[in-house]
């Protein structure tokens, strides 16, 4: 099994800092690795795949990096609706997701 | 734009099967460019992914699952199907169906999710 290790596990900051949450990989697992962000109460909402790749109406504000075993989902301007819970997800083998980063506002 | 929607019993008792539905609008279940995923999500814990169904029947399990569960489609009716058997509490959970792309494996439909509890 791929393990997903997120780090951190939550964090709070300020509207307007850059915020930027890690994920990585048991194994290397090259660019099969997307992004999603669930609000409380709410499913999931896709945001990055392929590593880097902005889905279809998703905010240019999140951007998405890495490859191999290290990721990372970048917010260059955090904004109150941004609030909510990361997870990474990968899909080389099978498919798991991260623990999650909860997000709040300083 | 696709919508799926989940039902079934909300209340399973332990060492029953648990049994939901997914009903895709907007869409076809019978699409060839997609799978058909079950995600669930146990109370304040993270994301599981459960396994997908092709529109011809194809399945993919979570070998962690992989015993206990049966996804099946059907197509007439534009819908697809969870059964997971010999529940416990740990099963507890928000149950999820999404639309499932294909290279990349990305889940960009989401049900709206239902509460399933096992308990006696």
């Known amino acids: 099994d791929i393990q997903m290790t997120q780090s951190p596990s939550s964090l709070s900051a300020s509207v307007g800092d850059r915020v930027t949450i890690t994920c990585q990989a048991s194994q290397d697992i090259t660019n099969y690795l997307n992004w999603y962000q669930q609000k409380p109460g709410k499913a999931p909402k896709l945001l990055i795949y392929d590593a880097s790749n902005l889905e279809a109406g998703v905010t240019s504000r999140f951007s998405g990096s890495g490859s191999g075993t290290d990721f990372r989902l970048s917010i260059s301007s955090l904004q109150p609706e941004d609030i909510g819970t990361y997870y990474c997800?990968?899909?080389?083998?099978?498919?798991?997701f991260g623990g999650g980063t909860k997000v709040e506002i300083k | 734009q696709v919508q799926l929607q989940e039902s079934g019993p909300g209340l399973v008792k332990p060492s029953e099967t648990l049994s939901l539905t997914c009903t895709v609008s907007?869409?076809?279940?019978?699409?060839?460019?997609?799978?058909w995923s079950w995600i669930r999500q146990p109370p304040g814990k993270g994301l599981e992914w459960i396994g997908y169904v092709y529109y011809n029947g194809n399945t993919n399990y979570n070998p962690s699952l992989k015993s206990r569960v049966t996804i099946s489609v059907d197509t007439s009716k534009n819908q697809f199907s969870l059964n997971l058997s010999s529940v416990t509490a740990a099963d507890t959970a928000v149950y999820y169906c999404?639309?499932?792309?294909?290279?990349?494996?990305?889940?960009?439909?989401w049900g709206q999710g239902t509460l399933v509890t096992v308990s006696s």
């Open positions: 997800q990968q899909y080389s083998d099978q498919v798991t």
């Open positions: 999404a639309r499932t792309a294909w290279l990349p494996l990305m889940f960009d439909q």
């Open positions: 907007g869409g076809s279940a019978s699409s060839a460019s997609y799978y």
